[in-house]
């Protein structure tokens, strides 16, 4: 008897409190609309970074063809590399969170 009368009242405890919750769906939309602005700036601060890491990259490469230095194309590789690695993450940002 008492075991039925704990899960009744258990049972009207969370009917209570899921009632009293609501589906959520406001809050999903708000945090959706909130993750989409904050995807455009990260887009846009990754792709500011991808334009400095390429510049910074094309003074060192040239500094190390102006010098004769014979590893020249690991440099670019690897400089211009970052540089486009950085483009593309901005560019999937956009496509994934747009």
């Known amino acids: 008897m008492q075991v ?5 009242l ?3 405890t969370t009917l209570a409190n899921s009632q009293a919750t609501g589906n ?3 809050a999903l939309s708000t945090t959706a609309t909130t993750i989409r602005s ?4 990260a887009q846009t601060i990754i792709l500011a970074l991808g334009v400095v ?3 910074i990259g094309a ?3 040239y500094s190390k063809f102006h010098n004769g230095d014979p590893d020249t194309q690991k440099a670019v590789m690897s400089w211009f590399g970052a540089a486009l690695f950085l483009v593309a993450v901005g560019t999937i940002l956009t496509a994934f969170f747009g």
């Open 38 to 41: 904050y995807a455009t700036a």
């Open 4 to 8: 039925a009368l704990l899960v009744d």
């Open 59 to 61: 003074v060192r490469v």
């Open 24 to 26: 959520g769906a406001a």
């Open 10 to 12: 258990l049972f009207m």
């Open 53 to 55: 890491i390429g510049l």
